[in-house]
């Protein structure tokens, strides 16, 4: 049995080094996920890391098989990497919302936001993950980042295509809740491939933060709209 890799060692990315995790604020896919032109490898040891960075080009021919490795891709060529950071919430709950997301795309950065009259914290954490992925013009490998539990879960634990092949039920007497805009989830992750990464809220991540006071401005902000989905 091989030994797993402990060590990451980025010679071209946002931060080059030697990380220790893979996931995670401050990890090493923060720092090669969507980064143009990339280069990183993962290792047993530190020092078979330290010696791969002190020559990165002795690897170039593992590099593709590498990077497949570290980015399951179901046998299919890799897509057009993109970072995601998503947040959303209310003032109130239900109350008027907004969401934040943060989009990165190589060198490219954007933020979008938009405010709601009224609705609720979860239809704004979806709302974002909704957005932010209808934003992108190209199929991509996405690594979209989100401090809520109930949209992670709904997805990497298969609750919403559960819900959806019975005809949005929960069970045989409830309902599933905020069906249209799970709907709409699940499309954009036929049209992408998704990873969906749960981040400790307000525990210090940059994009994390950033994406909280986009969705804070645009609730309090005088350009709401409505959620018509909540209405109904």
Not at 38 to 60: H, I, N, V
Not at 140 to 163: C, E, F
Not at 168 to 190: I, Q, Y
Request: charged share 25%; aromatic share 10%.
């Amino acid at each position: 049995m091989s030994n797993p890799k402990k060590y990451y060692a980025v010679a071209q990315g946002r931060t080059p080094g030697i990380y220790t995790t893979w996931f995670g604020p401050g990890g090493a896919e923060e720092q090669i996920s969507g980064f143009t032109g990339a280069r990183y490898k993962g290792f047993s040891t530190r020092r078979e890391a330290e010696q791969w960075l002190q020559d990165p080009s002795a690897a170039t021919a593992a590099k593709k098989r590498e990077r497949i490795d570290e980015f399951p891709t179901e046998g299919n060529p890799p897509l057009h990497a993109v970072v995601i950071y998503t947040d959303g919430g209310c003032l109130g709950n239900p109350g008027p919302g907004g969401y934040g997301a943060v989009i990165l795309d190589g060198k490219k950065r954007t933020e979008i936001s938009q405010g709601f009259l009224r609705t609720t914290n979860n239809r704004m954490e979806l709302m974002a993950c909704i957005m932010a992925l209808e934003s992108l013009k190209t199929p991509s490998d996405v690594i979209l980042h989100s401090d809520s539990s109930y949209v992670v879960n709904g997805i990497t634990k298969g609750w919403a295509q559960k819900w959806r092949a019975r005809n949005w039920m929960r069970n045989k007497e409830e309902p599933a809740v905020n069906p249209d805009l799970w709907a709409r989830l699940l499309d954009l992750t036929g049209r992408h491939r998704v990873r969906f990464v749960w981040v400790r809220g307000h525990a210090g991540n940059k994009e994390n933060e950033r994406c909280d006071q986009l969705a804070k401005k645009a609730a309090a902000g005088p350009r709401k709209i409505e959620d018509r989905g909540y209405m109904k």
